[in-house]
């Protein structure tokens, strides 16, 4: 099999796993509660996922266990970045204006073991395997801009579907957000560089809404961060040098087709069971 056969396939498992994964998931939620015990669950089945396409794929394993310091700094920094679009309404989320702040309640209840170990289990640990190295890597095995296009605007659009009431800034924020966890992983090969990022800033808007004494104190750290690209400018020409290498105009036009594609799988998905059930 090929790449792209291979992304199908793993597309179409990964999709359909809620028809599957019922009666797995259970007994983690009875014994570890509805949120922890569902996304213990979803590691776990994602880590299997991971080895089983691996072994249909054994290409798919370039990644590099290793923890490029440098690099980790000027991608957290461009990942910090890509809030930028949405920072006026994540500042009302965090505030009582919010409509919607009750989503953050729970946030606000956590410990930072708490929120750490969730953060890992629910974002860093299985977006990253299923998204940048399974979904990602096939792609790249056959056009790593094609790829990595395609897998940015999956990640930040489908974010729609779990939080409809999110608007297109905040999407936005979410698909640059994969851009850049996309090329950090298609440059660094390492996939402990990417969870940590995804982890660090999700955990980062964590403290910002739990700690309202600490937030300038977080804001002026966070500002901070960003000059790394600038004092490691030799680094960042560097992965601007293999963005360009790896652009081409068919990467950017499959890009954008597979994308939308995936989304729309997603949503005719949606449709279907809801159509099922009536509502």
């Known amino acids: 099999m090929n790449p792209p056969v291979v992304f199908i396939l793993a597309v ?3 999709l359909t796993k809620g028809l599957y994964l019922g009666k797995f998931i259970g007994p983690f939620r009875r014994r570890f509660g509805e949120i922890t015990g569902y996304w213990i669950a979803m590691s776990i089945f994602t880590v299997v996922f991971a080895v089983f396409i ?3 794929y054994p290409k798919l394993y370039f990644i590099h266990w290793s923890f490029p ?3 980790f700094l000027i991608f957290l920094s461009l990942s910090i970045l890509t809030v930028v679009p949405a920072i006026l309404e994540l500042k009302k989320l965090a505030g009582s204006e919010a409509n919607y702040n009750e989503e953050f309640e729970l946030s606000k209840n956590m410990s930072f073991g708490q929120a750490a170990f969730l953060q890992i289990i629910s974002a860093a640990l299985p977006e990253e395997l299923v998204f940048r190295y ?3 890597g096939l792609l790249s095995l056959w056009n790593p801009f094609a790829g990595l296009l395609a897998l940015s605007l999956f990640f930040g659009l489908a974010h729609k579907f779990a939080h409809p009431e999110r608007s297109w800034k905040v999407l936005l924020s ?3 957000a994969g851009f850049v966890l996309g090329l950090a992983y298609l440059y660094t090969k390492s996939l402990l ?3 940590a990022i995804h982890w660090l800033d999700n955990m980062i808007f964590w403290a910002y809404i739990k700690y309202d004494r600490a937030r300038k104190a977080i804001g002026v750290a966070v500002a901070l961060s960003l000059l790394s ?3 490691l400018w030799d680094q960042t020409a560097r992965f601007i040098e293999y963005l360009r290498d790896i652009f081409s105009l068919s990467g950017l036009l499959w890009g954008i087709v597979l994308g939308f594609a995936m989304l729309g799988v997603v949503y005719t998905g949606i449709k279907a069971l809801r159509g099922r059930s009536g509502r």
């Open 12 to 14: 179409l498992i990964y």
């Open 54 to 56: 691996t072994l249909l």
């Open 69 to 71: 310091a440098d690099y």
């Open 134 to 136: 399974i979904f990602l």
């Open 174 to 176: 979410n698909t640059l």
């Open 193 to 195: 560089v990417v969870m």
């Open 229 to 231: 690209p600038v004092v």
